[in-house]
């Protein structure tokens, strides 16, 4: 059974950092599509930034470039995402996702993807 566990959301004042880990389980996926999607409130989810399969093009939302960082370790099953200059716009739940048969164009479409964590929650606020 696959699983997916993020972990490292917290409460932080504008302009701090968090770094997000989500560590896959239940099977190997080096040569998946992994990404983050968040859900504000009061908002649809949305695609954060992610990487196209092995170690390809890495794409983010234009909120958060220059800000957000996407990596990944297949060696240990886990991506992360670092997260500087938090603003209160910023705040939402936060998941990752992996998909096997995703194409570039559909990077950044949520239902494209075919594994999903449970969220964990990151709140911007001064």
């Known amino acids: 059974q696959v699983q997916l566990l993020e972990s490292g959301g917290d409460v932080v004042q504008p302009g701090g950092s968090l770094r997000l880990t989500c560590v896959i389980s239940g099977g190997t996926f080096t040569q998946s599509t992994m990404a983050w999607f968040r859900q504000g409130p009061g908002k649809e989810r949305e695609f954060v930034a992610g990487?196209?399969?092995?170690?390809?093009?890495?794409s983010y939302a234009d909120s958060v470039n220059g800000r957000f960082t996407f990596s990944r370790d297949n060696a240990k099953n886990t991506m992360y995402l670092q997260m500087n200059s938090l603003k209160p716009e910023d705040t939402a739940l936060y998941s990752c996702?992996?998909?096997?048969?995703?194409?570039?164009?559909?990077?950044?479409?949520?239902?494209?993807?075919?594994?999903w964590g449970q969220g964990t929650q990151v709140t911007v606020s001064s």
């Open positions: 990487m196209f399969r092995n170690y390809g093009r890495t």
């Open positions: 996702a992996v998909g096997s048969r995703i194409i570039l164009s559909s990077m950044r479409t949520h239902s494209a993807y075919d594994y």
